[in-house]
């Protein structure tokens, strides 16, 4: 459920996100599930 950052040319973005990439293609959520990236972007 985080929120989708909007990305504006010359402006700084410290946005931070629950989950974390492990590895190409893994993805970490906060309760420390491994999800397929694909399909935590769907």
Sequence with gaps: M???PIYKKGEKNET?????KITR??????EKKIL?????GA
């Design 2 to 4: 985080d929120t989708i």
């Design 16 to 20: 931070i996100f629950s989950g974390k």
């Design 25 to 30: 293609g893994q993805y970490r959520t906060k």
């Design 36 to 40: 397929h990236a694909d399909v935590n």
